[in-house]
C-alpha cells in the first residue's frame, strides 16, 4: 500500500513561488500516474496538474504557464512548482496516485497554500 506526504506548503506574497513535493513510501510510484489537486473553502477539489508514468502532463487552464508538475522516481516524489502564485491559488494541495486495477486514488494529507500580502 503506498502512502503519500505532502510538504512545501505555506504564505507566499502574491507574485511569489512555492514548491510543493509528494514523498511516496510503501511502494514504488514509477509505474502510477500522478496528480495535485486542491481544494479551497466552499469548493469541491479540482484537478491542478498530472503527470503519466511516461512523463506526460496535463494542467488545469487556471495553472498552466505558471505551474510545472514533475517526477523523480529515484526519490520516489512528485514535485508542484508554482510560480506568479495568486490569491486565488490559496487552497490546500493534495497529492494523489492513481494504483491498482481498477483503479484508485490514494491521497495525501494536503499542504496548506496561502497567497496573500
Known amino acids: 500500500q503506498v502512502q503519500l506526504v505532502e510538504s512545501g506548503g505555506g504564505l507566499v506574497q502574491p507574485g511569489g513561488s512555492l514548491r510543493l513535493s509528494c514523498a511516496a513510501s510503501?511502494?514504488?510510484?514509477?509505474?502510477?500516474?500522478m496528480g495535485w489537486y486542491r481544494q479551497a473553502p466552499g469548493n469541491e477539489r479540482e484537478l491542478v496538474a498530472l503527470?503519466?508514468?511516461?512523463?506526460?502532463?496535463k494542467y488545469a487552464d487556471s495553472v498552466k504557464g505558471r505551474f510545472t508538475i514533475s517526477r523523480d522516481n529515484a526519490k520516489n516524489t512528485v514535485y508542484l512548482q508554482m510560480n506568479s502564485l495568486k490569491p486565488e491559488d490559496t487552497a490546500v494541495y493534495y497529492c494523489?496516485?492513481?494504483?491498482?486495477?481498477?483503479?484508485?486514488?490514494?491521497w495525501g494529507q494536503g499542504t496548506q497554500v496561502t497567497v496573500s500580502s
Open positions: 510503501g511502494r514504488r510510484i514509477s509505474t502510477n500516474d
Open positions: 494523489n496516485a492513481f494504483v491498482g486495477i481498477p483503479v484508485r486514488s490514494v
Open positions: 503527470i503519466t508514468s511516461g512523463g506526460n502532463t
